[in-house]
């Protein structure tokens, strides 16, 4: 899923970019970190609904100042990580892989799947999320 992403985006980002390599490794990266970001907000979501709902506690937390903070310092963690995996020998492999597999990678269902990719967790947490929230009767 993650060398779909990053060869969607930087694929469309060199030829815009006028083939420099270096701004269209990190636009990729980027979409690739807010996917991983997605689907780890997609696994708290399952965990609070699961515990609101089966064991009667909620887990929610407060984004605070200091949670704000942490969650900004955790995405620029997995933003540096993915930097550091999607190297330049990492993306000819990739580039070599979806050249041999298919000579049009921007058609329809290629574009369906990749907002897919980032709707599907994005939908789920923001219904499970909902589903998990402690009403209060007034």
């Avoid at 298919?102 to 369906?112: D, G, S």
Wanted: aromatic residues 22%.
């Amino acid at each position: 899923m993650d060398k779909f992403l990053f060869y969607f985006i930087y694929k469309r980002q060199l030829k815009e970019n006028k083939g420099r390599i270096g701004s269209s490794r990190y636009m990729a990266c980027l979409f690739v970190s807010l996917a991983i970001f997605f689907y780890i907000g997609l696994i708290y979501s399952i965990a609070r609904y699961c515990s609101y709902n089966y064991l009667g506690r909620s887990i929610a937390f407060s984004l605070g100042t200091t949670g704000r903070f942490g969650t900004v310092v955790f995405m620029f963690l997995i933003l540096f990580f993915v930097w550091r995996h999607y190297d330049l020998t990492k993306i000819q492999e990739i580039s070599d892989y979806y050249a041999s597999q298919e000579k049009n990678i921007y058609r329809f269902v290629n574009f369906v799947k990749f907002f897919l990719i980032y709707l599907i967790p994005l939908l789920i947490s923001i219904y499970l999320v909902n589903h998990s929230i402690v009403k209060q009767n007034h």
